[in-house]
């Protein structure tokens, strides 16, 4: 249960934030391009076996960090590993994998409907991020939208990129709820400017009180 003030903070909220991968959609789309696309072109370009390229493809990626922007940017690994391809071509390639989790349609309509404003924080690039709601219809739910390194060449790992969006909607951080899956990213650091965010554990494997096992909990929750 919240405390009294814990209450008073969830029930002033007027945005709701949500990630996306690993939150609204599950992690085949996005594995399956970094893990499966990538290494197999690097496999058939440097005519060696697709193990061999996975384990150097992931090397690359390690040496960059998943806290620079690079990391996510699709056209840039393809242009260092001299692969002959567009961005679009590939993500176009794995399109059918994207999937919403099971509970995701009928959990963001109900909270549209409640009156809460949805938006969208991620540290996908434009290309993953609008092919992804365009393909599983949630574009529907959402005022808006950003990409954290298309739309501010920034990732979530500082609060910088939390600060711009409250600014860019005209809320203070107690006006928004942040949801997501990285326990840093999505709520560790959205805490440190006053943002209550809920980490969502789709295991089950970790309690507390802000952490959830589904979006119906976190909505269950408000």
Avoid at 2 to 8: C, H, I, K, Q
Avoid at 122 to 142: H, I, S, V
Avoid at 169 to 196: A, Y
């Amino acid at each position: 249960m919240f405390t009294d003030r814990e209450a008073e903070n969830v029930s002033r909220a007027k945005i709701l934030s949500f990630d996306i991968d690993g939150t609204i959609t599950d992690m085949s789309f996005v594995n399956s391009v970094w893990l499966q696309g990538v290494p197999a072109l690097y496999s058939l370009k440097n005519e060696i076996p697709f193990g061999e390229a996975l384990s150097q493809v992931k090397f690359e990626y390690d040496k960059i960090g998943r806290e620079k922007i690079e990391w996510y940017d699709l056209g840039y690994w393809l242009n260092k590993f001299k692969i002959n391809m567009r961005p679009e071509q590939l993500l176009d390639s794995f399109v059918d994998r994207i999937h919403v989790f099971e509970e995701v349609h009928e959990i963001l309509e109900k909270l549209k409907n409640s009156g809460y404003k949805l938006i969208i924080i991620t540290n996908a690039r434009r290309e993953f991020l609008d092919l992804e709601m365009n393909k599983t219809g949630t574009n529907r739910y959402f005022e808006n939208t950003f990409s954290s390194p298309s739309d501010f060449k920034l990732t979530k790992n500082g609060t910088a990129v939390y600060k711009k969006v409250c600014d860019s909607c005209k809320i203070s951080p107690i006006e928004m709820i942040h949801v997501g899956d990285d326990p840093e990213f999505d709520f560790e650091v959205p805490k440190q400017i006053g943002i209550r965010a809920f980490l969502l554990d789709r295991t089950g494997t970790k309690t507390g009180q802000f952490i959830i096992s589904s979006l119906k909990e976190f909505a269950d929750k408000l």
